[in-house]
Antibody
Framework: VQLVESGGGLVQPGRSLRLSCAAS????????MHWVRQGPGKGLEWVAG????????AYADSMKGRLIISRDNAKSSLYLQMSSLRAEDTALYYCAKGMNSGLHYGLDVWGQGTTVTVSS | DIQMTQSPSSLSASIGDRVTITCQAS??????LNWYQQKPGKAPKLLIYDVSNLKTGVPSRFSGSGSGTDFTFTIYSLQPEDIATYYCQQYDNLPLTFGGGTKVEIK
């Protein structure tokens, strides 16, 4: 069971970035999926979640309106489109697998994260 | 949003000691609580789900209890490999929210 994130990097304030997460080793379309971030030296902050069939999506208030989470079950992939990025969005972004098909449960598999740095 | 307050924020204990971390929710979350371990430079790992259920492979020295708004995480005999930051997380309501973390160090 593995999650591998990609797409992070250095981006200027106000620009956009798309993160990807490739899943393997489990039936991807049976589970809800999430993004969680961790700022430098900070704790964990849930960012967004999507249920198994993309029928239920939720976002953290801190980034609402600037995020689009999506998934492609045929490709076992999760995505996070981030726009109007700010310095405070600088963080390590983790992809995480939910323990059920919905959004309300624990996160039992995590990727190693992809770093997003917002700076001019 | 449900606020999760963990205490202490850090602690130092000796090998073999019992370590206890508390997590308080800002409202009743019944038993919708999980605990994670994050070692330095690594991704978090789920240790305990639904307050007290150990994930497969997690040593039995880890334990969780509580209900409603007050929860406790215990390491019954601290081992060197337990050095990490521990987080609680509620899933009763969206957004999912985490406690601020407790950093456990060896004395």
């Amino acid at each position: 069971v593995q999650l591998v994130e990609s797409g992070g990097g250095l981006v200027q304030p106000g620009r956009s970035l798309r993160l990807s997460c490739a899943a393997s080793g489990f039936t991807f379309d049976d589970y809800g999926m999430h993004w969680v971030r961790q700022g430098p030296g900070k704790g964990l902050e849930w960012v967004a979640g999507i249920n198994w069939k993309s029928g239920r999506i939720a976002y953290a208030d801190s980034m609402k309106g600037r995020l689009i989470i999506s998934r492609d079950n045929a490709k076992s992939s999760l995505y996070l489109q981030m726009s109007s990025l700010r310095a405070e969005d600088t963080a390590l972004y983790y992809c995480a697998k939910g323990m059920n098909s919905g959004l309300h449960y624990g996160l039992d598999v995590w990727g190693q994260g992809t770093t997003v740095t917002v700076s001019s | 949003d449900i606020q999760m307050t963990q205490s202490p924020s850090s602690l130092s204990a000796s090998i073999g000691d019992r370590v206890t971390i508390t997590c308080q929710a800002s409202q009743d979350i019944t038993n919708c609580l999980n605990w994670y371990q994050q070692k330095p430079g690594k991704a978090p790992k789920l240790l305990i789900y639904d307050v007290s259920n150990l994930k497969t492979g997690v040593p039995s020295r880890f334990s969780g209890s509580g209900s409603g708004t007050d929860f406790t995480f215990t390491i019954y005999s601290l081992q060197p490999e337990d050095i990490a930051t521990y987080y609680c997380q509620q899933y009763d309501n969206l957004p999912l929210t985490f406690g601020g973390g407790t950093k456990v160090e060896i004395k």
